[in-house]
Protein backbone atom coordinates (compact mmCIF):
# COMPACT_ATOMS: atom_id res chain seq x y z
CA UNK A 1 0.00 0.00 0.00
CA UNK A 2 1.43 3.43 -0.57
CA UNK A 3 0.91 6.23 1.15
CA UNK A 4 1.80 9.90 -0.06
CA UNK A 5 2.77 11.32 3.09
CA UNK A 6 1.58 14.14 5.63
CA UNK A 7 1.20 17.95 5.79
CA UNK A 8 4.61 18.63 6.11
CA UNK A 9 5.64 16.37 3.50
CA UNK A 10 3.42 18.27 1.18
CA UNK A 11 5.35 21.41 2.06
CA UNK A 12 8.40 19.67 1.12
CA UNK A 13 7.36 19.33 -1.90
CA UNK A 14 6.09 22.92 -2.56
CA UNK A 15 9.56 23.58 -1.56
CA UNK A 16 11.45 21.45 -4.08
CA UNK A 17 8.99 23.18 -6.35
CA UNK A 18 9.58 26.18 -5.33
CA UNK A 19 13.61 25.89 -5.76
CA UNK A 20 13.85 24.66 -9.48
CA UNK A 21 14.51 27.40 -11.97
CA UNK A 22 11.76 27.84 -14.31
CA UNK A 23 11.28 25.31 -17.29
CA UNK A 24 12.53 23.09 -15.08
CA UNK A 25 10.32 22.17 -12.57
CA UNK A 26 9.12 18.56 -11.74
CA UNK A 27 5.22 18.19 -11.33
CA UNK A 28 3.80 17.98 -8.00
CA UNK A 29 3.34 14.10 -9.06
CA UNK A 30 6.86 13.49 -10.07
CA UNK A 31 7.90 14.46 -6.70
CA UNK A 32 5.40 12.47 -4.82
CA UNK A 33 6.12 9.78 -6.23
CA UNK A 34 9.99 10.16 -5.70
CA UNK A 35 9.20 10.55 -2.13
CA UNK A 36 7.11 8.14 0.13
CA UNK A 37 6.68 5.26 2.34
CA UNK A 38 5.68 1.96 0.64
CA UNK A 39 3.92 -0.91 2.98
CA UNK A 40 6.09 -3.74 3.27
CA UNK A 41 4.87 -5.55 5.75
CA UNK A 42 6.49 -9.17 6.89
CA UNK A 43 9.33 -8.31 4.59
CA UNK A 44 12.93 -8.88 5.95
CA UNK A 45 15.24 -6.35 6.72
CA UNK A 46 18.81 -6.90 5.53
CA UNK A 47 20.54 -7.86 9.07
CA UNK A 48 23.55 -9.23 7.05
CA UNK A 49 24.22 -5.11 6.09
CA UNK A 50 26.64 -3.36 8.28
CA UNK A 51 26.83 -0.48 9.66
CA UNK A 52 28.59 1.90 12.16
CA UNK A 53 27.51 2.26 15.52
CA UNK A 54 28.41 5.75 17.84
CA UNK A 55 31.78 4.92 18.19
CA UNK A 56 32.52 3.92 14.53
CA UNK A 57 32.62 0.57 14.67
CA UNK A 58 31.00 -1.56 11.96
CA UNK A 59 28.94 -4.42 12.61
CA UNK A 60 25.91 -6.08 10.51
CA UNK A 61 22.57 -4.59 11.30
CA UNK A 62 21.73 -8.17 13.34
CA UNK A 63 24.21 -7.20 15.80
CA UNK A 64 21.82 -4.57 16.99
CA UNK A 65 18.45 -6.77 17.77
CA UNK A 66 18.63 -8.35 20.58
CA UNK A 67 15.38 -10.67 20.99
CA UNK A 68 13.18 -7.48 21.18
CA UNK A 69 11.06 -5.68 18.88
CA UNK A 70 12.67 -2.79 17.22
CA UNK A 71 11.61 0.25 16.40
CA UNK A 72 13.02 2.09 13.16
CA UNK A 73 13.41 5.89 12.66
CA UNK A 74 15.10 6.90 9.43
CA UNK A 75 16.09 10.02 9.63
CA UNK A 76 19.37 12.44 8.44
CA UNK A 77 21.16 13.84 11.73
CA UNK A 78 21.49 17.82 10.02
CA UNK A 79 18.26 17.66 9.06
CA UNK A 80 17.05 21.04 9.75
CA UNK A 81 13.68 20.50 10.68
CA UNK A 82 11.34 17.09 9.63
CA UNK A 83 13.76 14.63 11.68
CA UNK A 84 14.15 16.54 14.59
CA UNK A 85 10.12 16.54 14.71
CA UNK A 86 9.98 13.07 13.54
CA UNK A 87 12.67 12.06 16.66
CA UNK A 88 11.07 14.71 19.05
CA UNK A 89 7.91 12.54 18.18
CA UNK A 90 9.21 9.14 19.32
CA UNK A 91 10.42 10.73 21.93
CA UNK A 92 7.44 12.15 23.58
CA UNK A 93 5.67 8.71 22.88
CA UNK A 94 8.53 6.49 24.56
CA UNK A 95 8.18 8.93 27.61
CA UNK A 96 4.86 8.10 27.88
CA UNK A 97 5.70 4.28 28.03
CA UNK A 98 6.05 2.51 31.16
CA UNK A 99 8.67 0.67 29.31
CA UNK A 100 12.19 1.11 28.71
CA UNK A 101 13.95 1.31 25.96
CA UNK A 102 16.92 -1.53 26.14
CA UNK A 103 14.29 -3.51 28.32
CA UNK A 104 11.28 -4.49 26.38
CA UNK A 105 11.96 -2.98 23.13
CA UNK A 106 15.22 -1.47 21.44
CA UNK A 107 15.59 1.26 19.26
CA UNK A 108 17.77 2.40 15.82
CA UNK A 109 17.90 5.64 14.38
CA UNK A 110 19.73 5.45 11.25
CA UNK A 111 20.68 8.33 9.50
CA UNK A 112 20.12 7.46 5.29
CA UNK A 113 22.14 10.37 4.52
CA UNK A 114 25.69 8.45 3.65
CA UNK A 115 28.03 11.43 4.21
CA UNK A 116 26.99 11.22 7.77
CA UNK A 117 29.40 9.98 10.45
CA UNK A 118 29.86 8.05 14.08
CA UNK A 119 30.56 11.90 15.13
CA UNK A 120 27.52 13.18 14.48
CA UNK A 121 25.61 10.21 15.42
CA UNK A 122 27.00 10.10 18.89
CA UNK A 123 26.32 14.00 19.32
CA UNK A 124 22.44 13.35 17.91
CA UNK A 125 22.10 10.09 20.80
CA UNK A 126 23.04 12.93 23.51
CA UNK A 127 20.49 15.21 22.57
CA UNK A 128 17.98 12.70 23.22
CA UNK A 129 19.16 9.87 25.69
CA UNK A 130 19.30 13.09 28.11
CA UNK A 131 15.85 13.85 28.20
CA UNK A 132 14.84 10.51 27.65
CA UNK A 133 15.96 9.54 30.98
CA UNK A 134 15.49 5.79 31.59
CA UNK A 135 17.95 3.07 32.53
CA UNK A 136 19.08 0.63 29.54
CA UNK A 137 18.77 3.98 27.27
CA UNK A 138 22.58 3.83 26.09
CA UNK A 139 22.31 0.32 24.96
CA UNK A 140 18.89 0.03 24.22
CA UNK A 141 18.79 3.53 21.85
CA UNK A 142 21.60 3.23 19.17
CA UNK A 143 22.68 5.91 16.71
CA UNK A 144 23.93 4.71 13.45
CA UNK A 145 25.46 5.53 10.15
CA UNK A 146 26.43 3.25 7.03
CA UNK A 147 27.27 3.43 2.93
CA UNK A 148 25.05 4.11 0.36
CA UNK A 149 24.73 0.06 -0.17
CA UNK A 150 23.68 -0.65 3.57
CA UNK A 151 21.08 2.70 3.47
CA UNK A 152 20.25 1.72 0.23
CA UNK A 153 19.28 -1.55 1.27
CA UNK A 154 17.58 -1.01 4.34
CA UNK A 155 15.03 1.65 2.96
CA UNK A 156 14.60 -0.27 0.17
CA UNK A 157 13.32 -3.21 2.43
CA UNK A 158 10.82 -1.04 4.33
CA UNK A 159 9.58 0.96 0.77
CA UNK A 160 11.33 4.25 2.44
CA UNK A 161 12.11 6.43 -0.71
CA UNK A 162 13.82 9.75 -0.30
CA UNK A 163 15.42 12.27 -3.25
CA UNK A 164 18.00 14.70 -2.67
CA UNK A 165 17.53 18.28 -4.18
CA UNK A 166 20.96 19.62 -4.90
CA UNK A 167 19.65 23.31 -5.48
CA UNK A 168 18.97 23.22 -1.45
CA UNK A 169 21.21 20.81 -0.32
CA UNK A 170 18.10 19.43 1.68
CA UNK A 171 16.31 15.48 1.52
CA UNK A 172 12.97 15.44 0.72
CA UNK A 173 11.11 12.48 3.15
CA UNK A 174 8.25 11.26 4.88
CA UNK A 175 8.23 11.08 8.29
CA UNK A 176 7.20 7.73 9.81
CA UNK A 177 8.46 5.10 12.44
CA UNK A 178 8.52 0.84 11.15
CA UNK A 179 7.73 -1.50 13.58
CA UNK A 180 9.71 -4.63 13.29
CA UNK A 181 9.96 -8.07 15.07
CA UNK A 182 12.76 -9.52 17.04
CA UNK A 183 13.50 -11.48 13.87
CA UNK A 184 13.72 -8.12 11.62
CA UNK A 185 10.28 -8.30 9.89
CA UNK A 186 8.55 -5.37 9.06
CA UNK A 187 5.47 -5.27 11.31
CA UNK A 188 3.80 -1.93 11.63
CA UNK A 189 4.26 1.62 10.07
CA UNK A 190 3.32 4.17 12.54
CA UNK A 191 2.89 7.44 10.27
CA UNK A 192 3.32 11.13 10.62
CA UNK A 193 5.28 13.35 13.58
CA UNK A 194 3.21 12.28 16.52
CA UNK A 195 2.61 8.90 17.30
CA UNK A 196 0.75 7.83 20.18
CA UNK A 197 1.78 5.67 23.07
CA UNK A 198 -1.07 3.78 22.91
CA UNK A 199 -0.34 3.04 19.00
CA UNK A 200 3.57 2.35 19.93
CA UNK A 201 2.58 0.27 22.87
CA UNK A 202 0.29 -2.47 20.36
CA UNK A 203 2.54 -2.21 17.82
CA UNK A 204 5.16 -3.32 20.12
CA UNK A 205 2.93 -6.49 21.50
CA UNK A 206 1.79 -7.08 18.31
CA UNK A 207 5.76 -7.50 16.98
CA UNK A 208 7.04 -9.22 20.20
CA UNK A 209 3.95 -11.69 19.21
CA UNK A 210 2.43 -11.44 22.78
CA UNK A 211 5.47 -11.99 25.11
CA UNK A 212 5.40 -8.70 26.11
CA UNK A 213 2.67 -6.79 28.04
CA UNK A 214 -0.23 -7.80 30.04
CA UNK A 215 -3.68 -8.52 30.01
CA UNK A 216 -4.45 -5.49 29.63
CA UNK A 217 -2.66 -5.17 26.33
CA UNK A 218 -4.00 -8.44 25.13
CA UNK A 219 -7.79 -6.56 25.46
CA UNK A 220 -6.36 -3.79 23.75
CA UNK A 221 -5.43 -5.58 20.38
CA UNK A 222 -8.60 -7.64 20.53
CA UNK A 223 -10.60 -3.48 20.86
CA UNK A 224 -8.14 -2.09 18.25
CA UNK A 225 -7.50 -2.84 14.70
CA UNK A 226 -4.60 -1.37 12.53
CA UNK A 227 -5.53 0.28 9.80
CA UNK A 228 -2.37 0.32 7.35
CA UNK A 229 -3.60 3.55 5.10
CA UNK A 230 -3.12 5.49 7.92
CA UNK A 231 -0.60 3.94 10.05
CA UNK A 232 -2.83 3.86 13.50
CA UNK A 233 -4.83 1.81 15.65
CA UNK A 234 -8.33 2.40 15.18
CA UNK A 235 -11.59 1.24 17.88
CA UNK A 236 -12.83 -2.04 16.01
CA UNK A 237 -16.73 -1.83 16.91
CA UNK A 238 -17.71 -5.23 16.14
CA UNK A 239 -15.03 -6.43 18.84
CA UNK A 240 -15.96 -3.91 21.42
CA UNK A 241 -19.72 -5.05 21.25
CA UNK A 242 -18.54 -8.71 21.21
CA UNK A 243 -15.99 -8.04 24.10
CA UNK A 244 -19.22 -6.01 26.15
CA UNK A 245 -21.28 -9.18 25.51
CA UNK A 246 -18.95 -11.74 26.83
CA UNK A 247 -18.32 -9.51 29.96
CA UNK A 248 -22.04 -9.20 30.48
CA UNK A 249 -22.10 -13.17 30.29
CA UNK A 250 -19.97 -13.50 32.58
CA UNK A 251 -20.95 -11.02 35.00
CA UNK A 252 -24.63 -12.58 34.68
CA UNK A 253 -22.79 -15.69 35.52
CA UNK A 254 -21.05 -14.65 38.47
CA UNK A 255 -24.09 -13.42 39.82
CA UNK A 256 -25.92 -16.29 39.55
CA UNK A 257 -23.07 -18.34 41.07
CA UNK A 258 -23.09 -16.10 44.01
CA UNK A 259 -26.97 -15.75 44.51
CA UNK A 260 -27.25 -19.34 44.55
CA UNK A 261 -24.15 -19.80 47.19
CA UNK A 262 -26.19 -17.41 49.04
CA UNK A 263 -29.68 -19.44 48.96
CA UNK A 264 -27.57 -22.66 49.70
CA UNK A 265 -26.23 -21.16 52.71
CA UNK A 266 -29.32 -19.84 54.08
CA UNK A 267 -31.14 -22.72 53.54
CA UNK A 268 -28.89 -25.12 55.53
CA UNK A 269 -28.82 -22.13 58.27
CA UNK A 270 -32.54 -22.90 58.60
CA UNK A 271 -32.08 -26.98 58.58
Known sequence: MKVSGTICLIWLALATLCAFPAGAQPSPQQVLQAVRFD???????????PFRDEQGNVAP?????SGKPVVLALVYYDCPMLCTMTLNGLLRSMRALRWNAGEEFTVLT????????????RLKKEVYLKPYRRPGAEAGWRFLTGNEDSIRRLTHSVGFQFAYDETIKEFAHASGLVVLTPEGKVSRYLYGLEYSARDLRLALVEASQNKI??????????CYHYDP???????????????????TVLLIAAMIITLSRRERGTTRAHA
Open 229 to 247: AAGKYSVSIMNVVRLAGIT
Open 61 to 65: LRSFF
Open 39 to 49: QRLNETVPLDA
Open 213 to 222: GSLVEQVLLF
Open 110 to 121: VSFDAREGPDLA
